[in-house]
């Protein structure tokens, strides 16, 4: 089955700092997704990404679509503590099955 | 209410026992589904209805049972657990499928 690879599998930051995480597939999707969960939540959605090459922002955060269609990345600028959770990726393929990775735990340190 | 509401939140049953979770969405949406999120591995797709026809059953153990009444209720019926299925049970929803799911809170389920 289709497979993504989440990087890293956790980071450790401070308050302020910017935070880069990114998923990669050996398969072509025609969507990204990026969500984040909170403890005891289920996930949010937090970016969708449609077209490759397409680099899309809220607010803080800021994702891509991989030219190839095998990747994607999520940028988060001056992070603060609620930004702790875990953030997934999800690649959507022609047949709209979803493969999600297995997800970054970001901790924010006040 | 709004979104998609799961019940109960935490659920400990024994290896004999027969529960249900209960999903219900308030988002208009024509799929649901159902995850099973486990420690250290990613969401694993259990069922998928659309239109209230079971459309996917990605070779789930008959001990799990799911039953979609309507466009905006899902259950899944539990029997005979082991405690490997011990897991957070995310039930979500989409507008057809595809795109951004919405998903529920979850239901921490721990069999004992």
């Known amino acids: 089955g289709q497979q993504l690879n989440q990087s890293p599998q956790s980071m450790f930051i401070q308050e302020g700092e910017d935070v880069s995480m990114n998923c990669t597939s050996s398969s072509i999707f025609n969507t990204w997704l990026w969500y984040k969960q909170d403890p005891g939540e289920g996930p949010v959605l937090l970016i969708a990404?449609?077209?490759?090459?397409e680099l899309t922002s809220n607010g803080r955060l800021t994702a891509q679509f991989g030219i190839t269609r095998k990747d994607s990345f999520l940028n988060i600028s001056a992070s603060i503590p609620s930004d702790v959770g875990i953030y997934f990726c999800a690649g959507e393929d022609s047949n709209y099955k979803l493969t999600f990775g297995k997800g970054t735990l970001l901790t924010v340190n006040p | 209410e709004t979104g998609v509401t799961q019940t109960p939140r935490h659920l400990v049953m024994g290896m004999t026992n027969k529960k249900s979770l209960k999903c219900e969405q308030h988002?208009?949406?024509?799929?649901m589904y159902w995850y099973k999120q486990s420690a250290k591995k990613p969401l694993e797709l259990m069922f998928v209805?659309?239109?209230?026809?079971?459309?996917e059953n990605n070779s789930v153990p008959s001990r799990f049972s799911p039953e979609c009444p309507n466009s905006s209720h899902l259950f899944l019926h539990l029997h005979t657990l082991q405690p490997e299925d011990s897991a957070l049970y995310l039930c979500a929803s989409s507008q057809d499928q595809g795109g951004g799911y919405t998903f529920g809170s979850g239901t921490r389920l721990t069999v004992v």
């Open positions: 990404l449609y077209k490759a090459g």
């Open positions: 209805y659309s239109l209230e026809e079971r459309v």
């Open positions: 988002l208009g949406h024509n799929a």
